[in-house]
Protein backbone atom coordinates (compact mmCIF):
# COMPACT_ATOMS: atom_id res chain seq x y z
CA UNK A 1 0.00 0.00 0.00
CA UNK A 2 2.56 2.17 0.33
CA UNK A 3 4.39 1.93 -2.83
CA UNK A 4 0.50 2.90 -4.19
CA UNK A 5 0.27 5.98 -2.24
CA UNK A 6 2.03 8.15 -4.43
CA UNK A 7 0.98 6.82 -7.40
CA UNK A 8 -2.10 7.54 -6.11
CA UNK A 9 -1.33 11.56 -5.85
CA UNK A 10 0.25 11.55 -9.12
CA UNK A 11 -3.30 9.81 -10.71
CA UNK A 12 -5.87 11.88 -8.66
CA UNK A 13 -5.49 15.20 -9.56
CA UNK A 14 -6.21 14.33 -13.42
CA UNK A 15 -9.89 13.16 -12.14
CA UNK A 16 -12.58 15.38 -13.46
CA UNK A 17 -13.77 17.38 -9.62
CA UNK A 18 -17.46 16.46 -10.77
CA UNK A 19 -19.21 14.48 -13.69
CA UNK A 20 -21.68 16.32 -15.67
CA UNK A 21 -24.59 14.57 -17.40
CA UNK A 22 -23.90 16.24 -20.53
CA UNK A 23 -20.44 14.99 -20.75
CA UNK A 24 -21.94 11.59 -19.87
CA UNK A 25 -24.07 12.17 -22.79
CA UNK A 26 -21.20 13.18 -25.05
CA UNK A 27 -18.97 10.14 -24.01
CA UNK A 28 -22.08 7.65 -24.90
CA UNK A 29 -22.56 9.25 -27.88
CA UNK A 30 -19.23 8.74 -28.95
CA UNK A 31 -19.49 4.56 -27.28
CA UNK A 32 -22.76 4.32 -29.42
CA UNK A 33 -20.85 5.36 -32.53
CA UNK A 34 -17.75 3.04 -32.00
CA UNK A 35 -20.42 0.01 -31.90
CA UNK A 36 -21.69 1.28 -34.94
CA UNK A 37 -18.76 1.58 -36.61
CA UNK A 38 -18.41 -2.28 -35.92
CA UNK A 39 -21.06 -3.60 -38.32
CA UNK A 40 -18.83 -3.10 -41.56
CA UNK A 41 -15.97 -4.96 -39.57
CA UNK A 42 -19.01 -7.80 -39.16
CA UNK A 43 -19.87 -8.12 -42.55
CA UNK A 44 -16.12 -8.04 -43.52
CA UNK A 45 -15.34 -10.81 -41.11
CA UNK A 46 -18.64 -13.24 -42.29
CA UNK A 47 -17.37 -12.67 -46.02
CA UNK A 48 -14.30 -14.07 -45.07
CA UNK A 49 -15.85 -16.90 -43.20
CA UNK A 50 -14.61 -20.42 -43.88
CA UNK A 51 -17.28 -22.77 -44.99
CA UNK A 52 -16.26 -26.25 -44.44
CA UNK A 53 -15.77 -25.23 -41.13
CA UNK A 54 -17.75 -27.25 -38.38
CA UNK A 55 -18.84 -24.60 -35.88
CA UNK A 56 -19.63 -21.08 -37.56
CA UNK A 57 -20.55 -17.77 -35.94
CA UNK A 58 -23.74 -16.54 -35.60
CA UNK A 59 -23.34 -13.23 -37.49
CA UNK A 60 -26.92 -12.46 -37.43
CA UNK A 61 -26.75 -13.11 -34.08
CA UNK A 62 -24.13 -10.76 -33.22
CA UNK A 63 -25.89 -7.80 -35.20
CA UNK A 64 -29.02 -8.03 -33.24
CA UNK A 65 -27.28 -8.57 -29.73
CA UNK A 66 -24.79 -5.57 -31.23
CA UNK A 67 -28.13 -3.31 -32.29
CA UNK A 68 -29.43 -4.29 -28.54
CA UNK A 69 -26.81 -2.59 -27.04
CA UNK A 70 -26.54 0.30 -28.92
CA UNK A 71 -30.31 0.70 -28.75
CA UNK A 72 -30.40 0.77 -24.63
CA UNK A 73 -27.30 3.63 -25.11
CA UNK A 74 -29.63 5.43 -27.04
CA UNK A 75 -32.35 4.70 -24.62
CA UNK A 76 -30.28 6.04 -21.63
CA UNK A 77 -28.98 9.22 -23.44
CA UNK A 78 -32.43 9.85 -24.13
CA UNK A 79 -33.31 9.61 -20.44
CA UNK A 80 -36.11 7.03 -21.42
CA UNK A 81 -36.98 3.52 -19.96
CA UNK A 82 -36.81 0.82 -21.86
CA UNK A 83 -40.12 -1.39 -21.60
CA UNK A 84 -38.11 -4.81 -21.50
CA UNK A 85 -34.30 -5.28 -21.96
CA UNK A 86 -33.60 -8.20 -23.61
CA UNK A 87 -30.38 -10.24 -22.07
CA UNK A 88 -27.49 -10.79 -24.33
CA UNK A 89 -26.39 -13.93 -24.78
CA UNK A 90 -22.89 -13.57 -25.92
CA UNK A 91 -22.51 -17.35 -27.73
CA UNK A 92 -22.13 -16.45 -30.92
CA UNK A 93 -20.60 -20.03 -32.37
CA UNK A 94 -23.57 -22.36 -33.54
Do not use: S
Not at 50 to 78: M, S
Amino acid sequence: MRRLAPLLFCVFPFLPAHADWEGERAALARLQHELEALTPLIDEAEAQRDPRLREAVNYDKLRYELRLITRGIEDTRQRRIPPHMEAIDGAYLR
